[in-house]
Structure formats: C-alpha cells, structure tokens
C-alpha cells in the first residue's frame, strides 16, 4: 500500500498551491494520504472523484466517562480528533472541509456522509447551504447497538447517511437502481437498512486486544454503498479514512480509491487490511441493469453504422403500414415525415408510439423489430468499450 504525505503530492508558490506531477498523473489513486484532510484535497486534480464516503468526526458532547452496571468503563469515542471547543469551531470545520471536496467531485458525483444525531443535522444543514442536493437520507439500523448504560434516554441504535449530488441539476449520477432491486429479492431497495455493528473477527483490534479504532464501519455497509452509486473503475474518495473499510470494499469491488488519514496507527493498520484483500474478477463484478441504465441511442445512429440504410422501408408487425428511412433518420408515409415514435403514432392514429418497437424491417433473413438493431449497436457500443 502506498502512503503519501500531502506535501509530498503538492507544492507550495508565493501565491497558490500547485499540483505536483504525482498529483496529476495519478499516483495518488489506490494510496493513502497522510494529513490534514483539507490540506491533502488540495493536491488534488479538480473534477477527479466520482463518490466521496465521508466519516467525519462525530462531536460526541460526552459528559464524563461511561461506565456499565458492573462498573467496568465503556471503550467510547473520546479521542483527540472527535473533540471540538464549540458548535462553532465544529461548523468551520465541516464548511472547510465540504467546500474542498467539491473541488475534487466531478459534476456528475455524489458524496455520502454518515453521522449520529450529534452532527447529522449540522452537516446536512451545511451541506445544502453549499449547494448540494440531497438525494435520500438512509437510516442504518443497528442490529446489536451498544446499550444506553445510564437509562436517561432511548439506546441510540441508528445512524443517519446522507446522499447527496454536487447541485440539484446535477445529471449522470450513479444508481445502481436494478441491481440494489435484485440485491433485495426483487424489491425496490428502502432507505432503511439493517446491518450489525462491526464485531467479530472483522473488528481490528492491536497487540492489547483493544479496538484500534473506536468508530469502525461495517464492510457490509460500505459495499451497499458502493453497489448502488459506483461503476467498477470509479474513483471512491474516502478524507475520514481511518481502519480503512472504504479502501477494502473498493478494492474487492474493482473501484479506486484514495484515503486520507493523519493517524499513523489507523494508516499502519489499513495498509496491511488493504494489502490482504483479493479484488473480485472481472466477469463477477457486472450487475443487473434495465432500460434506464442503457445509453440513449437515436435512431439516426443506426442507419450511420449501416444496420438500417436510407430507403429501407419499415412496417408494423402486422405490415399494415409501410414507410421509408430518409436521410435524416425520419420516416416518410403518405408525404409526410416525422421521427420513428411520430409516424408510429400517425398512422395509428394515437397519440404517442415507441417507434423502437412499433416498426420491423424484413432484411432477407427473417422479419425483425428495430428494436433488435438498437440492440446490436449497444452490444457494439460495449464491445469498443
């Protein structure tokens, strides 16, 4: 595993920091960097990071230590880098960090964040303030959460994520609609999941059999995130890197990543849990898709690649109604022209038609709808790919 220190991938002018030449031809991919996270997103290249996984300090208010019933004390989270002075410094914080993110996100990225009821709410607040557009809140149901000792309150058994594009026209985002479906037995995936804490063999733990990190993520829950938003060979930026879970999952789902952590004992220990991780191959990593997820192809692109030629004559599958291809992939009937979905729905007198369906043409080896032909380009499209 590569580890970069963040100066090492930028160099500072009397004026601006410029990208070193690591930065720009992408050493940085499959590494972790080691510093301040803002600092670390401005060496950067623009525009470069198709998902960002945000695990931000918490700002947990712990008042004190907590301790269970047999008085033994609770292994909380009241490290250095989760404490902030006031909601203030916490704001400045978070403002600081989003705005550098957005640099990186391509236009057409996503961003998640995941938080308690701490910080969520600050977070989401910023976040659209900045001009990002939510896209789904998602509630992480926690089978096993950790017990609420002093019973004052209701046991906190869930975290909130929140899905965001860059702005709210954004287009070209990734969701991986048809596979989360298949992922749920044929269900339209909920924004409520449920997955256990990380326990187990799972959890990393040091030579004194403590927890090496007090906030360690589950790997289920992060490949759930990367299946729904990213495509194999995207690039997951995670600044929060920690333990590493975000870089594990992406390299056995066949994405990039980059981390950024300033711990050297959570980069010690996500390297060698990186290192051990077998990617997925190839053919294992392809999902289900549907019609929405296919790339748009007009019908002019067909009779460009020679699948359809000019003065082709289509018909209905009952060859009730005849027209011909003209040059500018519209149909002519009667002495009128319109597109494929137009003339369909002339003739038939209705008023809307998928020409794609509608029309068949007899090439000599059998009677076929065009949609077939729409077909083969997109295989071909594939196969350049």
Request: hydrophobic residues 40%; charged residues 25%; glycine residues 8%.
């Amino acid at each position: 595993m590569r580890v970069f220190k963040a100066a090492d991938l930028a160099r500072s002018s009397t004026k601006s920091a410029k990208r070193s030449k690591s930065a720009d031809d992408g050493a940085w991919m499959n590494s972790i960097i080691k510093g301040d996270c803002v600092a670390a997103l401005e060496a950067l290249p623009s525009n470069s990071v198709d998902v960002v996984f945000a695990d931000p300090p918490y700002n947990l208010q712990l008042g004190g230590d907590l301790s269970r019933p047999d008085q033994s004390k609770v292994d909380a989270c009241d490290d250095h880098w989760d404490q902030f002075d006031t909601f203030r410094a916490y704001d400045d914080f978070t403002r600081a960090w989003l705005l550098a993110v957005r640099r990186v996100l391509k236009p057409t990225g996503t961003i998640w964040v995941i938080g308690s009821y701490h910080n969520i709410f600050r977070v989401g607040t910023i976040l659209q303030d900045m001009q990002f557009w939510i896209l789904n809140d998602i509630v992480w149901r926690k089978t096993n959460p950790m017990p609420n000792f002093r019973g004052r309150r209701f046991t906190n058994a869930h975290e909130t994520m929140i899905w965001a594009s860059r702005d709210q026209n954004a287009k070209g985002y990734t969701f991986n609609y048809d596979a989360m479906k298949m992922a749920n037995d044929d269900v339209q995936m909920r924004s409520d999941w449920v997955f256990p804490i990380c326990n187990g063999g799972e959890r990393l733990k040091g030579k004194d059999g403590k927890k090496v990190h007090p906030t360690q993520k589950p790997e289920a829950l992060l490949h759930r995130v990367l299946m729904s938003s990213t495509k194999p060979g995207d690039v997951v930026l995670d600044p929060f890197f920690g333990t590493g879970t975000t870089g594990a999952v992406a390299k056995r789902l066949g994405r990039n990543f980059v981390g950024i952590e300033r711990e050297q004992d959570y980069i010690d220990a996500a390297s060698a849990r990186i290192d051990a991780v077998v990617p997925a191959k190839r053919a294992e990593l392809v999902v289900t898709t549907g019609k929405r997820a296919e790339p748009r192809v007009p019908f002019g692109a067909i009779i460009e690649t020679g699948l359809l030629n000019v003065g082709d004559v289509l018909q209905d599958s009952k060859k009730r109604w005849q027209a011909k291809i003209r040059i500018d992939g519209s149909l002519e009937w009667n002495g009128e022209s319109a597109s494929i979905h137009r003339m369909g729905a002339k003739v038939q007198g209705l008023d809307a038609c998928n020409g794609w369906t509608f029309w068949h043409i007899d090439k000599g080896d059998g009677f076929q709808s065009i949609d077939e032909l729409r077909k083969q380009y997109r295989a071909q499209l594939g196969n350049a790919a």
